[in-house]
């Protein structure tokens, strides 16, 4: 049982080039999350998918998009990096309830 | 959008100390949940509180709904130095879906010098 898995722990890229971040979970959960955390903040949820099949922006989904390939995965794409984009991204899932969620161990990303 | 406030933004602590910090926002909140983050991992939920009033233990850690439901509290008692790190309050209001989580910027925890 390894939780929440994410790929690559690191990364960097220059402005305008793309990427995918992955992110699976081993627990049946139906619900996943994508956040990114910048310096001295709190995480911003930039999309989450509340089941197998549905996707919904949160609050910072601009330069992003996401596909919820199966139960499992749920992977987050830059299409075209930008400077400000440069973070730590955490994806999450959650079951039953808020005492059964877990986040992954991050993706520091840097755009130069 | 909303925001949540959370004091203080760095303490130091003493091993047997008691730690206390708080969130405070303008907007009501139906849930609220307190996370620990340590260096280069993700943030681990440490306590969830659904009712206003609501006080809840989790080992050394106690947590309080505020009766206003506008803010929360988090104590730890007889701290210990695997306590440090960076706490985070996150609220939820009502009507919210569960993807509108909002986060505090954090309480950072570290051992006195």
């Known amino acids: 049982n390894a939780g929440v898995t994410q790929t690559p722990k690191f990364q960097v890229l220059k402005t305008g080039q793309s990427m995918t971040l992955q992110c699976a979970q081993d627990m049946n959960h139906n619900s996943m999350y994508w956040y990114r955390q910048d310096p001295g903040m709190g995480l911003r949820l930039i999309y989450y998918s509340a089941s197998e099949g549905t996707t919904d922006k949160g609050e910072v989904p601009n330069g992003y998009n996401v596909s919820r390939l199966n139960k499992r995965e749920f992977s987050l794409r830059l299409e075209s990096a930008a400077p400000s984009q440069t973070s730590v991204y955490f994806c999450?899932?959650?079951?039953?309830?808020?005492?059964?969620?877990?986040f992954g161990p991050g993706t520091r990303l840097t755009v130069t | 959008g909303q925001q949540l406030n959370q004091s203080p933004q760095s303490m130091f602590i003493q091993e047997g100390e008691d730690v206390s910090m708080n969130c405070t926002s303008s907007s009501i909140f139906n849930t609220w949940l307190w996370y620990k983050q340590d260096p280069g991992e993700g943030p681990v939920l440490l306590i969830a509180?659904?009712?206003?009033?609501e006080l809840t233990s989790n080992g050394r850690l106690t947590a309080q709904f505020g009766i206003t439901r506008k803010d929360s509290f988090l104590n730890i008692s007889a701290s210990i130095p695997s306590d440090v790190g960076i706490y985070f309050c996150?609220?939820?209001?009502?009507?919210?879906?569960?993807?509108?989580?909002?986060f505090g910027k954090g309480t950072k925890l570290s051992v006195k010098p």
């Open positions: 996150a609220g939820l209001n009502y009507g919210g879906s569960q993807g509108n989580l909002i």
């Open positions: 999450a899932s959650m079951g039953g309830g808020w005492l059964e969620q877990y």
């Open positions: 509180l659904y009712k206003a009033g």
